[in-house]
Structure formats: structure tokens, C-alpha cells
């Protein structure tokens, strides 16, 4: 392992003092020292991340036994983000669990060693080992699969090239594509998009698989509307306590959200309360339950609840928001909201969209505001 720079980066120094102000040249300066400092503490930098997954890739199969092979991928993941990760598949295993890089990375800029983090990644990946191996000309017959197929709802624009490869439908500035659940013990959420050979390998049209994935919502009762209160208890609950919401801290959670404490549900006049206007739609899998947004008579029973239009705030590809346009702020406002949180909150591959969508009940139609 080497502790140089790349060339390409000493090449990239250059061209900027050729090109920068004195002022900014004192600035650059300052940064550069800065980094150099990290090399006197003993900490290697490396300015790719590829080089980097590289290297720990070495490291790895420099731990690994004979018969385990150690491949380092390039994933392209929602909204064209690329994903390095390191899988560890051994002899006469179908599937293996991919490791991805990018917490590794950021613990070796702080100055951990590489062959710490290599160590890391054998342990998660022994500890992953147990995974069920099927093989995969069972697992992806088309009678195995077909109730699991889900349409799932993505950005278009951020997601040009995908669509050369998987079948979608255009919903305003989204797009629908198609993707089946790998029913395997012990994995959760472990699914595949639906591509144009899928198709070809199964003898259906694009037309057919609409209809299946639309019928397999319809007789799976799969979209849900959850006041956001409520939504957000469930997640304290799950997330911090492991209780569900019949368990005492409902009560606490409740009280912090304006209404009182019941063994049950909440009931329906208190999940309508005039501060409590916000509704999240998803799925019950929570697993890009955006798609919810597409159901109309899903919208329209809302709609009718509030006696409004709704605003649909796009919240992640996992779910949206329902608000009553007559007791909300503006759309533009919304929008500044929604631009704000997808650039600070939300991680790359799940972000929606920058637009605000409005369901209009009187024809039951949704379109994106300010067009």
C-alpha cells in the first residue's frame, strides 16, 4: 500500500494555482495544509473513494480462505447514485451480502487503519454468513414471484438512463417502475427491480405487468393512510423502545403530540384534530410506499375526511404527505420546505422530488402545482 498522492490530484493542485487569485491561492494553501496535516498524524489520504475500496478489497482477500471469492462492485442505486461494495461469495454459494464502502471510507479519513477496517468487514460479513442460500432459477420463476410484484415510485429526471433497461410509466415528473419481493428467510425488504428481460424470461407485456402489480396492491389491501402523530409514535416506539403503541409510553408520546392516551388505536375524532392535518401515504411495508400517492380513491377518502383538495408533499420514495390545501400554506411555500429537507435530511437515493403535487377530489385527478 502506498501513501502518495495521486497524480490526477497533484494535477488538479497545479491547474487551480495556475488559475486562482493570490487571495484564493492563500485560501488553497490553508486547505492543503490542512490535509497534510492528517499524513503527519500518521493518517494516509486518499482523495478517491474508488482507490480507497481498492485497496480495502486487497485487504480483504488477504483475510479471506481459499474457495471465497472477494469482488469489489460498482452499484448504481435509486436516482443514479454509485455505490462501491465489497461482496464475499464462497464456492458453491448463490447469493452474498454486499458490504458497502462508504462508512469504511469516512472512518479511514478520520485515520483509522485500513487493516482495521478490513477486520471490520470479514467480522460483518462471517456474522452474515447464515444467510439461506436458494438457487436462483427456483427463487425467479415467474409463478414464485408474481404476487410480490409492487410498482414503486421514482424521480424521472434522476433516473433517465434506468429506463433503456426497466419497463416505467410516467406519472407527471415521476415514473413508475416495477420491482418483486425475494421471499428468503431472514432477509427484510430484499427485492429486484423488474427489468426488460425479466419480462422476456417470463412471456408477459409491460401492459400485463401493470395489471399484476395494480392487482396485487388491490387484493393485498397494501396502501395505507397514517395520521402523522401516529406514524411518528410507532417510530419512537419501535426505534427507541422496542414496545408497541399499546404499551404505556403511548401515553407519553400521545400527550407530546396533542391527544390523549387509549389502549387501543387513537380514535377517529382525535386523528382528525384541527392541529393533526397531516396524513402520511405509504404502504404497510413502509418499502418505497411512495406509490401510495397514485391510489385515488386512497386521496379521495382523505380529501373527503378534511372536505379539501390535498397537497401531497413528496417525503421520500418511501412515503408522502397529505395535507388539506384549504388550511395550509401555499405551495411555494411547501415547496421551499420540501427543496430544504430533501438537501439536509433525506439521503440521495430516496429522494423524491423538489415539487409539491395537488389531488384535486372533483375529478379525482393529481398534478403537479405550479405547472
Same mark, same amino acid.
Request: proline content about 3%.
Given at each position: ?22 487571495? *484564493?491561492?492563500?485560501? +488553497? ?92 468487514? *470479514? ?7 447464515? *444467510? ?76 400485463? +405487468? ?67 392535518? +397531516? ?89 403537479? *402545482?405550479?405547472?
Amino acid at each position: 500500500m502506498t501513501d502518495a498522492y495521486s497524480e490526477s490530484f497533484l494535477q488538479i493542485i497545479r491547474d487551480l494555482g495556475n488559475r486562482v487569485s493570490s487571495g *484564493c491561492r492563500y485560501h +488553497l494553501f490553508e486547505i492543503l495544509i490542512k490535509v497534510l496535516k492528517g499524513k503527519e498524524n500518521g493518517m494516509v489520504v486518499y482523495i478517491s473513494r474508488k482507490k480507497f475500496a481498492e485497496e480495502l478489497a486487497d485487504e480483504v482477500k488477504r483475510r479471506t480462505e481459499a474457495g471465497t471469492r472477494v469482488e469489489l462492485h460498482s452499484i448504481t442505486k435509486n436516482n443514479g447514485v454509485e455505490l462501491l461494495g465489497i461482496t464475499m461469495l464462497k464456492d458453491g454459494a448463490y447469493i452474498a451480502p454486499t458490504i458497502y464502502i462508504g462508512t469504511f471510507y469516512e472512518e479511514y479519513m478520520k485515520g483509522r487503519p485500513i487493516e482495521e477496517l478490513a477486520d471490520q468487514v *470479514c467480522e460483518i460479513n462471517r456474522n452474515r454468513e447464515d *444467510c439461506p442460500q436458494i438457487n436462483p432459477a427456483e427463487l425467479f420463476e415467474f409463478e414464485t414471484i408474481r404476487t410480490t410484484i409492487r410498482p414503486r415510485l421514482i424521480n424521472y429526471e434522476m433516473n433517465r438512463n434506468l429506463f433503456e433497461k426497466v419497463p416505467c410509466k410516467r406519472v407527471l415528473d415521476l415514473a413508475v417502475t416495477f420491482y418483486y419481493e425475494l421471499m428468503i428467510d431472514g432477509l427484510s425488504h430484499a427485492g429486484a427491480v423488474v427489468r426488460f428481460e425479466d419480462l422476456e424470461r417470463w412471456g408477459i407485456t409491460e401492459e400485463q +405487468l401493470f395489471e399484476i402489480a395494480e392487482e396485487n396492491c388491490r387484493n393485498y389491501n397494501e396502501m395505507e393512510a397514517e395520521p402523522i402523530a401516529e406514524a411518528m409514535m410507532r417510530a419512537v416506539c419501535e426505534a427507541e423502545t422496542g414496545f408497541d403503541l399499546s404499551e404505556p409510553v403511548k401515553g407519553a408520546v400521545g400527550e407530546a403530540f396533542g391527544f390523549a392516551a387509549n389502549e387501543g388505536s387513537c380514535p377517529e375524532q382525535e386523528i382528525f384534530a384541527e392541529d393533526l392535518k +397531516l396524513i402520511v401515504i405509504t404502504n404497510k411495508s413502509r418499502f418505497f410506499g411512495a406509490a401510495a400517492m397514485l391510489d385515488k380513491e386512497l386521496l379521495r377518502s382523505v380529501a373527503a375526511r378534511f372536505g379539501s383538495d390535498l397537497y401531497i408533499l413528496p417525503s421520500s420514495v418511501h412515503e408522502v404527505i397529505a395535507a388539506p390545501v384549504s388550511e395550509t400554506a401555499s405551495a411555494g411555500e411547501l415547496e421551499q420546505i420540501v427543496r430544504e429537507i430533501n438537501q439536509t435530511q433525506v439521503a440521495p437515493t430516496e429522494i423524491l422530488s423538489n415539487h409539491v403535487y395537488m389531488f384535486v377530489r372533483s375529478g379525482k385527478a393529481l398534478v403537479l *402545482c405550479g405547472t
